[in-house]
């Protein structure tokens, strides 16, 4: 433990009634307690962890960070303590989430942002083998996909599936409002092949024209898909 003095038995009483009220054991080190204070929101507690000394990029027996932690319950302060105290904002855990794959798949736009002000690896993947930008576009975050198309990530790029965020953005969709102005977002940064077919030669087009989907079918005629 790296508690000392006065603060030290603060903390530690504060971590002895927080395990007595939500009836789970005393948390086995500072470090563990630091991320399950941060997967609670406790902003509180987070700031009084990282005072006493203990490391920001501490990991879980999934190898979560705090960070990480904080970000799967969108938890935007805690997150910001985090990050300016010099957080790792592409740790990956066993899982290969990072606090900015997992903010844009998420849709968790306001953490996104600060994964992307603090270094975000733009070319990081998860376990898919997509970018962030892949699995935004499949769930329909309109606003996360306009701010990563803000950047220079790789619209093209073809995850294990062999689907870019193009197609997943037809093949994985309901061919609704969302989705549709996800496809004219990608095909109006002039960056996304709308040509580029899945592992079966299909296009985006012509999964969209078998799906009913009018309106993206138009645009992707109008982008010159085929």
Request: glycine share 10%; proline share 2%; hydrophobic share 45%.
């Amino acid at each position: 433990m790296r508690w000392s003095g006065v603060a030290g038995s603060h903390v530690a009483a504060i971590l002895l009634i927080l395990s007595f009220l939500s009836g789970v054991p005393a948390m086995a080190s500072d470090d563990i307690a630091l991320i399950q204070a941060a997967e609670r929101g406790d902003e509180g507690l987070v700031r009084v962890l990282l005072k006493s000394g203990v490391g920001v990029d501490s990991r879980d027996e999934r190898q979560r960070t705090a960070l990480l932690a904080a970000t799967q319950n969108n938890h935007v302060a805690v997150a910001r303590l985090l990050i300016e105290a010099g957080a790792d904002v592409n740790a990956q855990d066993r899982q290969r989430d990072s606090a900015y794959l997992l903010s844009g798949a998420q849709g968790h736009l306001d953490i996104l942002r600060m994964t992307l002000a603090h270094g975000a690896d733009l070319a990081s993947t998860n376990r898919y083998g997509g970018t962030a930008l892949i699995p935004a576009c499949e769930r329909g975050h309109v606003e996360v996909v306009r701010e990563l198309l803000r950047t220079e990530i790789n619209v093209n790029h073809v995850n294990n599936l062999g689907w870019t965020a193009l197609m997943e953005a037809v093949v994985l969709s309901d061919g609704g409002a969302a989705h549709q102005e996800i496809v004219r977002l990608l095909l109006e940064s002039g960056r996304a092949d709308p040509n580029i077919p899945d592992k079966d030669g299909v296009t985006a087009l012509q999964h969209a024209r078998r799906r009913g989907y009018a309106v993206i079918v138009g645009l992707l005629q109008a982008a010159g898909g085929r």
